[in-house]
């Protein structure tokens, strides 16, 4: 059994590898083992990945499963204690392993941790699919340390504390290997966005807990998948967010929670419709609506299951108690510190 596996989950990612691979490598095997998952790419990824032999152990999946069915696919494929899955467009720095797998293994209630994640192409600024570390507002709405929706920070050694959070970015997440299993994994279902949200908020559920540790850097280039303007991926933000909310919150919460969101999505479309002209996102969110409502039968279970299983208070699951819409576009705060000094 390895200590600690890093997996990358590759899908014709070739030139994500090329440039990224090699600083994982370098700064990463002789604390860890490196395995590239392929999730049916068809490009030449592959033909690559055996000029990183042996330092790359190679998984081959026979299709593309998507980010969280991709991960829980390729992970009991490997046997180790923690996983690191980190994303292909992810540079490493020296020592970056160190800082997480020490606060690991000193906080033995901790069942997952991120990196402080800064941006690749300006590198003293933070990166938008993590910063130094998640949470969600009272109805849903994911914001970081270093980043309120497309506001994004310099990182001026602001956020440089350790802290517990309510999510760890999926670009680059150290989790325990029992953890990740005895809370099902990430839900192969959402395919990509939110997942991580998701597993995170069901490991606070089950007691655990979740931090950031700034002491380790990694630069991201984020949008390699799905590229922001993509409205697929104003699809998936939408549904998998609504899903996430529908199985974790608890039952007094849950149908005030969903009024309210029905009334902010349909504001959101129509805003981007007639504010930004886009047509698109427009419908993708009203798509995103739609499915989430086709496909709720299949979650009552896990909803039951789920809060059958939790172990935290209510007060207690890491989500914070702002309504951040409200707070920033009415009042005006754009900087994580501005509500937590």
């Keep these: 059994m390895d200590k600690v596996a890093i997996v990358i989950l590759n899908w014709n990612g070739r030139k994500m590898l090329e440039r990224y691979l090699p600083t994982v490598i370098e700064h990463s095997r002789q604390e860890a083992a490196i395995y590239v998952a392929d999730n049916g790419s068809t490009d030449d990824s592959l033909s ?25 696919q390729a992970l009991r494929q490997v046997d180790a204690d923690y996983f690191v899955l980190l994303n292909s467009d992810v540079e490493t720095t020296p020592h970056w392993l160190t800082p997480l797998m020490a606060y690991m293994e000193e906080h033995a209630d901790v069942a997952a941790c991120q990196p402080k994640l800064l941006a690749v192409h300006d590198k003293g600024r933070f990166e938008y699919a993590g910063a130094a570390g998640g949470f969600i507002d009272r109805y849903g709405y994911p914001f970081c340390r270093g980043r309120i929706f497309d506001v994004v920070e310099q990182d001026e050694g602001q956020y440089d504390t350790p802290v517990e959070i309510l999510w760890a970015t999926g670009a680059c ?31 606070r559920l089950l007691g655990r807990r979740v931090a950031c540790v700034p002491a380790s850097e990694v630069y991201h280039v984020g949008g390699g998948t ?45 805003q981007t419709l007639i504010l930004n002209r886009n047509w698109k996102d427009f419908l993708a969110i009203y798509r995103a609506r739609r499915a989430f409502r086709r496909w709720l039968p299949q979650f009552r279970e896990d909803r039951q299951q789920i ?5 935290a208070a209510r007060d207690d699951d890491g989500r914070s108690p702002l309504f951040l819409l409200y707070q920033y576009y009415i009042k005006g705060k754009k900087r994580y510190s501005q509500f937590f000094p």
């Design 307 to 311: 809060q059958a299983s939790r172990v």
């Design 226 to 270: 799905l590229p922001k303007a993509n409205p697929m991926k104003t699809f998936y933000n939408f549904r998998n967010n609504l899903t996430m909310l529908y199985k974790n919150l608890p039952a007094d919460e849950l149908p005030k929670v969903m009024v309210l969101r029905w009334f902010l999505d349909y504001l959101a479309a129509w």
């Design 173 to 203: 997440l150290m989790i325990r290997s029992e953890d990740y299993w005895a809370a099902g994994g990430l839900d192969g279902r959402f395919f990509a966005h939110n997942e991580e949200i998701d597993l995170c908020w069901r490991l």
């Design 48 to 72: 690559l990945l055996e000029t990183f032999s042996p330092d790359v152990k190679t998984i081959l999946l026979d299709r593309n499963y998507g980010f969280a069915e991709g991960y829980n």
